[in-house]
């Protein structure tokens, strides 16, 4: 039965389809989504919750260690990290692959309430939880400068009016702000002020709250109207804050400048953002999950002149940084690379068939093949990105083969006399189970990738999938439009001269061929010699794969480099902002960065810390700067490292990262312990010896416990018989030195804050803590945040009396106290407005100071303390010789049992991958075997097949050790494909001799010999045609390469080395296997002969 011959003789139904399925892949080419990699997320879940004033270790004691007991029960949680920091815990929850993110999300609920009887009774809310994905990467950075405007203003602009707005565009996920901070009433209290009159910070911050009312007043109905109660009783601005009254002293008012500055400022003075230099606010935007990033990006850039008019003219809204150009320059040059790998195979195809007409067959099959992929990815929710081009590309090799196969037996059928008609029916109908062997062996070469679990296995399955769907619609065109167009185009060349191109083309092919004949009888006349080269490639497929250096995946080129500032542990904000300032100007000062933008301190983004800081880089376009990202940052190290006190990790920014904790360099290795005191003795040690290591760079650790501390060891005796409780000498210290916010502003677009505190200059030496002074007279607390009259507003009568009398001042302080007691925050246990002196202690006689360290942070991982040693590769050298290099210092220190070490993020991901590696090329040659068993309904030409595999492996091995290429995760990939490319040539020649032995009674020899022969050219036009399609992947020139490379240079080099070496020892193998069989089956005939004579006897 013919399957093609329907097909062959309705040519226009046929072209039709053929039309169809072009049609529905060109609509949906650019419907596709657009991203960078394939769309692999990392389920991940972090909460939050903050415990105002508390130090790192009471945070991770009593905030996160609760939380991670209810925590750790949930199902599926691959890996807990928590990060407790001064006031605030973070705890990242990744969750398996597989485990569906809102289910986890419904998990993690129900441990926050199963945990809140655990947690502390003074926690202002309960923990809160988001979705986030751990390798999503920036795509735009805007920053926001103004040569009159504040830093507030710009970072109101920003918060308020722009990410609101940018948020709501389609496929933005997260816009983050940083640099700046809200708009704020800041007090700033002169302690000897407040000593002279007698006023407790208490008292300060009671007054603070009252004065500052925002409740509602209901209304008055006056005959057919009615009136909405108003009264000025919010206060918006520093001056009204001014004429605050917060005392009485001797009848006259003490009013709030008397004690302090009240100045228009910020929440947090504590940040900065510089651009270039200039200050600056800094807003960072990131997609959502599974977005067009090129739609949303141009959506975002769509919206821009309407949000720059929404907002001051004087704010210069500067586009700094977008990744949607590599996106789209990478794009581009993977699609550039296809069309190049689509010429090349025409090309080859030309070259050997020396007839246009006849090329053109195989063309349209390429074509065909590749457009209608686009439709069914569409279909299946794929994205138009780096790995499903690649696979494209990979795959122009594989479809043309099929078409290729046909052609050639056609075009053989009608030299030899054929008609058109005659031979493309005879010609399809012996090809036909050949094409299908080729096509579903190389199908199930991808059946172990996509059953691979993990990231590597999401990622990689689009790209298997890809291909897969290539080649299925590759075999259907080659049984259904390429015989028709045979039978339309081909022509006999009968008598018709031809040019000197076909004579010198033909004249080369008979040089090979003879050249093939005459080396081919001699591999047959000494076939132990070619089984001697053949084990010896098994033996250095071994040898190789254990030597040959081995990675993750390379390095992306993104064009934007981010980094990480650690400053010592002890660093002021102020210092801080002098190194941020300074790498900012080394990093610009690179003729290769186009911007540079920085930021420190809280506002959104970032760690927060004052020792911490972040910096990011956009590179200039490929062709102006030259240089790839890693040599780049190479170029900077030494002049970072000038930079004393402080140290700026750079690293490239990548689109693939896993990991809940997040470090100052590309890779982690993680420390677990039992105690503080061990993990802080090892930490150093360890870090210590990796640093003078020449094959890791930027090695640094998470691990800061070595802050200054002004500790004050509390006299309780003292106090208890001054009167003071522990919990007002917190109080008090909280509103010196806190940024304590005591009051909200709530205004018609978002609410602001008062910020209580000592002026700056009383901050700035421990020993000002001797010059605080607690009140004894706060007492109960009073109505939090009440209302109290600010200068110009009504008073009653009563009010109004003579203020000398203490009976008026009473009763109007209790007043006072008494009204709107509606607000919200701590409350306060001092006096809203006070009448009398008030006995001031200085901490001093309930205190003494000691100088003392303390951790800025402390990390978690699995219940575990944890600290993680972050370092990145330098040039030439391997992930995996970075982690041996690791575990090899962990042994020689000997740390001890109650120690345990792991990778963490991309390198723990690599090693799992190289667990996979053997499995999954062993899995690939089993399904293979088992498929081709089935086919051809035998054991042993499966084995035969499978013989021209070693070759392959080992060219490709010493073609990427030769180009100083890593074997990763695409190297093996390529590793795979060439296992399905490579068997093709013995498909073709054990087809034709099993059916020369069937049908024509040749003997094993014979047959594959003569089948070596016919099979040459079409076995030479396959190889040919998969070999220059990968020329493009391996010259790797464009964005992007580098992902691309390692494809190309494995291929190319084990299609090289198989080609040479499978010409002989295919026909070698098939003889000895065929002896083994005929052996067998005399073995069997002669105990079934022997049975039968038992039985007659």
Known sequence: MNLSAPFIRRPVGTTLLSLGLVVAGIIAFFKLPVSPLPDVDIPTIMVQAT???????????????????????IASVTEMTSTSSLGSARITLQFDIDRDINGAARDVQAAINAARADLPTNLRANPTYRKFNPASAPILIYTLTSDTLTPAELYDAASTVLAQKLSQVEGVGEVSVGGGSLPAVRVELIPPALYKYGIGLEDVRAALSSANAHSPKGGIDVGDQRYQIYANDQARKAADYKPLVVAYRNGAAVRLTDVGDVIDSVENVRTLGLSNGKPAVVMIVYRQSGANIIKMVD???????????????A???TLAMDRSKTIRASLHDVEITLLIAVALVILVVFAFLRNARATLVPVVAVGVSLIATFAVMYLLGYTLDIFSLMALTVATGFVVDDAIVVLENIARHMDAGMSRLEATLVGTREVGFTVLSMSVSLIAVFVPILLMGGLVGRLFREFAMTITIAIVISLVVSLTTTPMMCAVLLRKEEGQPHGWIYRINERA????????????????????????????????????????PKGFVPQQDTGLLIGSIQADQSTSFQLMQQKLTQFIDIVKSDPAVDTAVGFTGGGGVGPGGTNTGTVFASLKPMNERKLRADKVIERLRDPLAQVAGATLFLQSIGDLGAGGRSGNAAYQYTLKGSTFEQLNEWTPKLVAALQKEPTLADVNTDQQNKALQANLVIDRDAASRLGISVSQLDNTLYDAFGQRQVSTIFVARNQYHVIME??????????????????????????????NAVAGTVASSSQKSSISSVAASVVRNQATNSIGATGKGVASTGTAVSTSAETMIPLSSVAR??????????????????????????????????????????????????????????????????????????????????????????????????????????????ALMLSHTDFDIIGMIGVILLV??????????????????????????????????????????????????????????????????????????????????????????????????????????????????????
């Open 849 to 958: 100071f000691e100088h003392g360290e303390t951790p800025l942070a402390v990390n978690h991982q699995d219940l575990l303390v944890a600290s993680t040693i972050s370092f990145n590769l330098p040039p030439g050298v391997s992930l995996s010789t970075a982690t041996t290099t690791i575990e090899n210092a962990m042994h020689a220190l000997g740390m001890p049992a109650g120690i345990s070490g792991g990778f963490a993020g991309s390198a723990k991901i690599f090693q799992q991958a190289l667990a996979n590696e053997l499995f999954l090329i062993l899995a690939a040659l089993a399904t293979i075997y088992i498929s081709l068993g089935m086919l051809y309904e035998s054991y042993i030409h499966p084995l035969t097949i499978l013989s021209t595999l070693p070759s392959a492996g080992v060219g490709a091995v010493a």
């Open 509 to 548: 092919f008979e040089l090979m061929l003879s050249g093939y004949r005459a080396t081919l009888g001699l591999a047959l006349r000494h076939p132990l010699l070619v089984m001697l080269i053949l084990g010896c490639t098994l033996y250095l497929n071994v040898h190789l794969y254990t030597v040959v």
């Open 299 to 313: 959506s975002v850039k769509g919206l821009m002149p309407q949000l720059r008019a929404s907002v001051s003219p």
């Open 980 to 1097: 399905g490319i490579v068997k093709k040539n013995a498909i073709m020649m054990i087809d034709f001799a099993l059916d020369a032995e069937r049908q024509r009674g040749l003997s094993s020899r014979d047959a594959i010999y003569e089948a070596c022969m016919m099979r040459f050219r079409p076995i030479m036009m396959t190889t040919l045609a998969a070999l220059f399609g990968a020329v493009p992947l391996m010259i790797g020139l464009g964005e992007g390469s580098e992902l691309r490379q390692p494809l190309g240079i494995a291929i190319f080099g084990g299609l090289i080395l198989s080609q040479i070496l499978t010409l002989y020892t295919t026909p070698v193998v098939y003889l000895y296997l065929d002896r083994a069989r005929l052996w067998t089956q005399r073995r069997r005939a002669a105990r079934r002969a022997r049975r039968a004579t038992a039985r007659a006897s």
């Open 51 to 73: 415990l105002p004033g508390a130090s790192p270790a009471d945070v991770a004691s009593t905030v996160a260690s609760p939380l991670e007991r209810h925590l750790g029960q």
């Open 315 to 317: 704010i210069d809204i």
């Open 758 to 787: 000592v002026a700056p200059r009383f901050s700035q030496d421990p020993q000002i803590l001797k010059e605080v002074y607690i009140s004894t007279s706060g007492g109960s607390a009073s109505g939090t945040q009440s209302t």
